[in-house]
Structure formats: structure tokens, C-alpha cells
């Protein structure tokens, strides 16, 4: 949640979406700043409201969004670009001046469920309070509780671009787009269903980054999960697009997955069908790697039970495809398979990945042109390292491999063009 320079309490964005479809990574969420203190999720439930609120803002990546690179855990100061300008986390750790120290729980229940910070202002959804709001009065007062118990730090962030000092505008956004309440547990599912829905609803906001957002950039409420467009560095020099891909059961999203893989990648970052990579490595290092199994596990029974939808796009032809097969042969066969299926000792598949589908290419480019920026803290087993091929391929090259990867062994997907890759470069 961001605030302008003016106002006297600030609480800190806190998305791996902004307001104008920057993410998390988790989708977050995706600069790969990685809390390394640790990765082990805990062996024993929570005892204390401390314990409990840490395990809460860890649920959330409060981390992520709250703590700039070599900055203070939590004084905020982390840069979101947006089409209207720069929005700057706050900080929440209790220091008076500059953080949260007045704050009362009450204050923070306001802001979580209503979007509106102690001086009455109202809030930007990158500060995901459209998802939050869903979080229970007791688990709020249990964040407040560790919130309390950080290390209070003195730093104030950036002012945010002219664009973000008028509030009342949000007045009417959430008019339009915000539906404050709890969850509600559906008594049809079963408690890990609702366990999970609660996380993914709630605290974990995949929803801010996994689906598509409107002209306002509020979120579709009739695409949940479809996939949505986020910015994050995959160089040093500028912010590209990645795409957060699509949740569902369709044949481009989640179709192939297990809820075992699903929950040995949320959890681990690493898994037969896919190993963690740009935004997500802080989302799985910083939040789903320190929850326990059990809570992970509950999150893939929900996702895996998202409806599919039917792609209805242009697809690959097989001219596309045969420009590409020679390049796919020579660079990528070795690891990746004729078959694109992978293999245990050499990389994922290619077969059915829901990246390699996106109705958004920018995730699959980034990864051709750069290599997959892989965390150190996560394992991934034997298999080889990608390489970066922007300085060994030409743009119609990339366009060439990349639309045989998108039109082979039952994938789908629109065809590259040479815009979508010199847009990534």
C-alpha cells in the first residue's frame, strides 16, 4: 500500500501486482531479492501471535515488497513501475517517524479489508487489499502482533510520481471494482480445499498477478487466473514484460500437473515439470518455501481445481513450426528431448508447459534470450544449466524456435513476431 508525501502514517504496497499489472512472483513476484536466512518451513504449528503473524506475513511475501535490495527487512523503498509513474513501498516496521509505530490493529484491519490508511486516505490496489480483504479478523491481529515485534527502522521512501497524490479517485475505483468481505468457507469442499482457497484468495494474492486486468487495471473477475502481464528486471539495465501464466486446468495452464507437482514446485521451488525462475523465485525463496507442506499442499488441491477454459486464438502453423525445427534440433533437443518431454538428469519439459503456451509470450522470450535467472537457494537436481542465446541467436531466430516450441507435441499458442522479441531485448 502506498502513500503520497504527504501523508502522515504510511504502510507500505504490499503486491507483486501494482496497480497497473506489476506483480508476485509470486507471483508475486517476481528482483530476485532472496531472503537467505532461510528455506526450511516450520516443523511445529505456531504457539504464540508473533510466531502465528510471521508465518502470516510470510504467507503474504510482505518480505518481498517491503524490503529493497541491501535495505532494512521491511523499511520499504522497493520501486514499482507503472504506466503512470513510480509507486514506492513503505515502510512497516514500528518506528514512529517513519514506519508504522501508531498504528493500532484496528488501523491495520482498516487498510487489509477496506483499503484505507489511518489518515482516512484511500490506498492503490498495489497494495493488494482486493485479496486481503478476505483475511480473517484473527489472523490480521496476529500480523499486527509480529509487526509489533520487528526491528523498528528509521527510513522514509521515495515520494511517489505526481500521479499517486490524489486519492479520491480510488474512491470511485473501488466503487466499481472493490467487494470488501471474508472468505466464506464453501461447505460442499473439504477442509483442505478451503484451506487452500483461503491462501490463494487471501494472503497469498496469486490473483494479482495471474489474471488479465482491465482498462482500469482492476482485475477481470470473469477471467480468474487466465494469466496476467507483469514488469520485472530480467537484466540490470531496464524492466521487461514476463507473464504470469495461466492457473487453470486448460491444455495451456495446469492441465499437465499433478497436485504432487504442483505442490513439490510451490514448495521447493523445483519439480518434474518445471523449476523456478524471474518472478516467482522470490515468491517460492521469500513465502511458499517457509510455509509448511501441509498449508502448500491444501494451495495446489485449490489451484487444481480452477475450471479450465478453451483457447480460442490463433494458432502455430505447421510453416511456423518447420522454421524453427532445425534451431530446436541443434540448441535445444539435447536437454529438452525430440519428444520436448525432458528428462530427470537433463532439464523440464516442454511438452505442455503452461509458459511455454502463455498467451503472452514474454516469460518463454526472456528465458530463450537471458537463461532462467535460478535462485541459489533452490536445488534443482541434475539437471543441465540453460544457456543465454540473445548474443547467439537472431531476433528470427528466436521467433523461428520459439513458435516450433509453441506449436509441438499438442501445444498451442499464438505465433511469435519479431515485436514480441525486440520488446524483451
Not at 219 to 228: D, L, M, R, T, V
Not at 260 to 271: C, E, I, K
Not at 299 to 322: C, D, F, H, I, N
Request: aromatic fraction near 10%; proline fraction near 6%; include cysteine.
Amino acid at each position: 500500500m502506498t502513500t503520497s508525501p504527504r501523508s502522515s502514517a504510511p504502510i507500505a504496497q504490499h503486491a507483486l501486482a501494482s496497480l497497473a499489472l506489476f506483480v508476485a512472483l509470486t507471483t508475486s513476484a517476481w528482483h530476485s531479492r532472496a531472503d537467505t536466512s532461510s528455506i526450511e518451513s516450520p516443523t511445529a504449528a505456531p504457539d504464540t501471535a508473533e510466531e502465528r503473524g510471521k508465518y502470516l506475513v510470510d504467507a503474504g511475501n510482505c518480505f518481498s515488497c517491503h524490503t529493497r535490495e541491501d535495505g532494512e527487512a521491511f523499511a520499504g523503498g522497493v520501486a514499482f513501475e507503472t504506466p503512470f509513474g513510480t509507486l514506492y513501498s513503505t515502510n512497516i516496521t514500528p518506528d514512529k517517524e517513519t514506519g508504522i509505530g501508531d498504528w493500532t490493529v484496528d488501523d491495520l484491519r482498516r487498510a487489509m479489508h477496506e483499503g484505507i490508511a489511518r489518515d482516512g486516505g484511500a490506498l492503490f490496489p498495489a497494495f493488494p487489499y482486493p485479496s486481503y480483504t478476505k483475511v480473517s479478523d484473527a489472523d490480521v491481529a496476529d500480523i499486527y502482533a509480529y509487526l509489533r515485534a520487528v526491528e523498528p527502522v528509521k527510513y522514509t521512501a521515495p515520494g511517489n510520481s505526481a500521479a499517486f497524490w490524489m486519492r479520491w479517485p480510488m474512491r470511485i475505483w473501488n466503487a466499481m471494482f472493490f467487494k470488501p468481505g471474508r472468505y466464506v468457507a464453501d461447505t460442499s469442499k473439504d477442509e483442505a480445499w478451503n484451506r487452500g482457497a483461503y491462501l490463494v484468495e487471501g494472503l497469498g494474492h496469486c490473483s494479482a498477478c495471474h489474471t488479465p486486468r482491465n482498462w482500469a487495471m482492476a482485475e477481470i473477475a470473469e477471467q480468474p487466473y487466465h494469466g496476467g502481464v507483469l514488469l520485472d528486471k530480467v537484466t540490470h539495465e531496464r524492466r521487461r514484460e514476463w507473464f504470469a501464466v495461466d492457473l487453470t486446468q486448460s491444455k495451456h495452464g495446469l492441465a499437465s500437473w499433478s497436485v504432487n507437482d504442483l505442490t513439490r514446485y510451490l514448495h521447493t521451488g523445483f519439480s518434474a515439470r518445471a523449476g523456478t525462475f524471474g518472478p516467482m523465485n522470490e515468491v517460492i525463496v521469500n513465502s511458499l518455501a517457509k510455509l509448511s507442506e501441509q498449508d502448500v499442499r491444501a494451495m495446489a488441491v485449490y489451484l487444481k481445481s480452477l475450471p479450465a477454459r478453451e483457447y480460442t486464438g490463433v494458432k502455430v502453423t505447421e510453416e511456423q513450426m518447420k522454421a524453427g525445427a532445425a534451431i530446436y534440433e541443434d540448441r535445444c533437443e539435447k536437454c529438452h528431448g525430440a519428444s520436448g518431454r525432458g528428462g530427470i538428469f537433463t532439464a523440464p519439459p516442454v511438452a505442455g508447459s503452461a509458459i511455454a503456451q502463455a498467451d503472452n509470450p514474454a516469460s518463454l522470450i526472456n528465458v530463450l534470450l537471458y537463461g532462467p535467472s535460478q535462485p541459489k537457494e533452490v536445488s534443482f537436481g541434475s539437471w543441465e544449466t540453460m544457456p543465454a542465446y540473445a548474443d547467439k541467436l537472431s531476433d528470427a531466430d528466436i521467433v523461428a524456435v520459439g513458435n516450433y516450441i509453441r506449436g509441438s507435441w499438442g501445444n498451442i499458442g499464438r505465433p511469435l513476431t519479431i515485436e514480441d522479441v525486440t520488446r524483451q531485448r
